[in-house]
Nanobody, 125 residues
Framework: QVQLVESGGGLVQAGSSLSLSCAAS????????MAWFRQVPGKEREFVAA????????YYTNSVKGRFTISRDNAKNTVYLQMNSLKPEDTAVYSC??????????????????WGQGTQVTVSS
């Protein structure tokens, strides 16, 4: 049974940092393309960042470039999202996702095979 479990969310002030983790089990983690998405109530889920199998390839949505960093530790079956200079508009539930095939349209929800339950990030102004 595949499980993706996020942690690290919380309530912080604007300008602060948070580090999210997503621990994977039940799959061969090193063979999965991983990503972070976020969702605000009433809005569609939004792509945030993605990382290739060896971590040499990273992709970001424009609004987080230069502030967020995605990384992975294949030995620990974990993907991370370091979030710096947080803004109130970053407030959302952040979820990690896993794609077995590393498809090129990595920003689309539909390509991902597995999802975590999410962790809430709230940034106050």
């Amino acid at each position: 049974q595949v499980q993706l479990v996020e942690s690290g969310g919380g309530l912080v002030q604007a300008g602060s940092s948070l580090s999210l983790s997503c621990a994977a089990s039940g799959l061969t983690f090193s063979r999965y393309f991983m990503a972070w998405f976020r969702q605000v109530p009433g809005k569609e889920r939004e792509f945030v960042a993605a990382i290739g199998l060896s971590a040499s390839s990273q992709y970001y949505t424009n609004s987080v470039k230069g502030r967020f960093t995605i990384s992975r530790d294949n030995a620990k079956n974990t993907v991370y999202l370091q979030m710096n200079s947080l803004k109130p508009e970053d407030t959302a539930v952040y979820s990690c996702a896993a794609d077995r095939y590393g498809r090129p349209n990595y920003a689309r929800e539909s390509v991902y095979d597995y999802w975590g339950q999410g962790t809430q990030v709230t940034v106050s102004s």
